[in-house]
């Protein structure tokens, strides 16, 4: 039973680019949810992804957008990259029918420079 | 929104107790989480509680108090292994779904021999 999987893992982007980052949820799941992780700190939700549609969302700008795919995948978009951006980014998934579950890809490194 | 304040860090010896505290103020409670990860890895899940009491799980237990906004997490017999950051998270109250969650900045536990 494949895990929450990400790519890419690691990714050096220059200020002012924009970025995709991809998920592919556990096997069954059917929301997604995205943070942000600074070094040293706990993750900071982003947003949430249920049924194609942005649901929740978190104290982050336009900048960060994002997709839901008919598969239940997941794409979050940075656009216009500020060096504060650099920071571990987590997606994770979970069943819309469960309280709790909630499980955690390995994250995506991002370094803006 | 919420604040959830969780000590830095905590030291203890092999084969000891270590209680990780963690207090929290919510406009709208809906369980609290505790995970646990290691440097460079994915959080993963540890315990789950949503009414006030103690829930147990192996060497790990969990405490809640939902009129103090207090939660607890004691880990007994520490082993080498549990070295780790260890979060404290609580889920928001929300119309259309279980909610989102809120992390705390993570307590670092290391674990001496």
């Known amino acids: 039973d494949a895990g929450v999987t990400q790519s890419p893992t690691h990714l050096i982007k220059t200020r002012g680019q924009q970025v995709t980052l991809r998920c592919s949820p556990k096997s069954g799941h059917d929301t997604v949810s995205w943070y942000q992780q600074a070094l040293g700190q706990g993750p900071q939700f982003i947003f949430q992804y249920y049924e194609e549609e942005e649901r929740q969302r978190g104290n982050f700008p336009d900048r960060f957008s994002g997709h839901q795919f008919p598969n239940y995948s997941s794409e979050l978009n940075v656009n216009a990259l500020l060096l504060g951006d650099s920071a571990l980014y987590l997606c994770?998934?979970?069943?819309?029918?469960?309280?709790?579950?909630?499980?955690f890809g390995p994250g995506t490194r991002l370094t803006v420079t | 929104g919420q604040n959830i304040d969780q000590p830095t860090e905590m030291t203890a010896t092999e084969g000891a107790i270590v209680q990780i505290n963690c207090t929290y103020q919510t406009s709208g409670f809906n369980g609290l989480f505790w995970y646990q990860q290691h440097a460079g890895e994915a959080p993963t899940f540890l315990s789950y509680n949503v009414l006030d009491g103690l829930e147990e799980k192996g060497r790990f237990s969990s405490f809640l108090s939902r009129s103090k906004g207090y939660s607890y997490l004691l880990l007994k017999e520490l082993q080498m292994k549990d070295s780790a950051s260890y979060l404290c998270a609580v889920r928001e109250v929300a119309t259309d779904s279980w909610g989102k969650f809120q992390f705390g900045a993570g307590t670092q536990v290391v674990v001496t021999p």
């Open positions: 994770a998934s979970s069943l819309e029918s469960s309280s709790y579950e909630q499980y």
